[in-house]
């Protein structure tokens, strides 16, 4: 008798092994990375039109996603201006490089709201690599920001070069940016013609 119960209690274990766990996650939730960039990090319980837009279905069970107020920039690919609501700074956020603090004047000169997050900000990238020497290279980039009044906000940086010569090593490492003046980039890119 005991043989016979054991039998259905796997019986009953192995049918429920086989029913899909359709509670436990949704197929239409999609990934960042399958998402357009406009819809990443996106809080869509704040605008569900959005959501139905980007493709995202809300789950069974309702999760909330601190996301703080960040606008995409046009260029270059994945840059974000991200607003860090406590100091009031916003944060320059480019692929594989160490986050730069740009400080408060981008946060009242942009508009970080809900609805101006939907669009991209229409910013200017200017990129420059230059040879002092022939053995020296040394790329620099220019970033212009719109504010709302029309006016630019110029930053400059130069992005240092990896000591590192193991090319696999070097893939996993982020750059780090040095802040360069405007008028010192404008001055180089004088000097060094392409």
């Excluded at 990934?31 to 319980?45: A, H, M, V």
């Excluded at 201006?81 to 100091?87: E, I, N, P, Q, R």
């Excluded at 981008?106 to 910013?123: C, M």
Aim: charged residues 30%.
């Amino acid at each position: 008798m005991q043989h016979r119960s054991s039998l259905t209690l796997l019986a009953a274990l192995c049918a429920l092994a086989t029913l899909p766990l359709s509670g436990c996650s949704s197929s239409a939730n999609k990934g960042d990375g399958d998402l357009p960039e406009i819809c990443r990090q996106y809080d869509f319980s704040k605008d569900p039109a959005m959501a139905e837009e980007c493709g995202i279905r809300q789950t069974r069970y309702k999760s909330y996603k601190n996301i703080p107020p960040m606008r995409y920039l046009i260029a270059p690919k994945d840059a974000q201006l991200v607003l860090d609501k406590k100091s009031g700074a916003v944060e320059l956020r480019l692929r594989e490089t160490m986050p730069v603090i740009l400080g408060e004047e981008v946060a009242k000169a942009v508009d970080f709201s809900d609805e101006a997050k939907k669009h991209h900000l229409k910013n200017q990238y200017i990129y420059k690599e230059i040879y002092p020497t022939k053995e020296t290279r040394m790329r620099l980039f220019k970033l212009r920001i719109p504010a709302n009044d029309g006016s630019w906000l110029d930053y400059c940086f130069r992005v240092p070069e990896h000591a590192a010569t193991n090319e696999r090593l070097r893939s996993h490492l982020s750059h780090s940016l040095d802040e360069l003046g405007c008028a010192e980039f404008d001055d180089l890119v004088k000097r060094y013609p392409d």
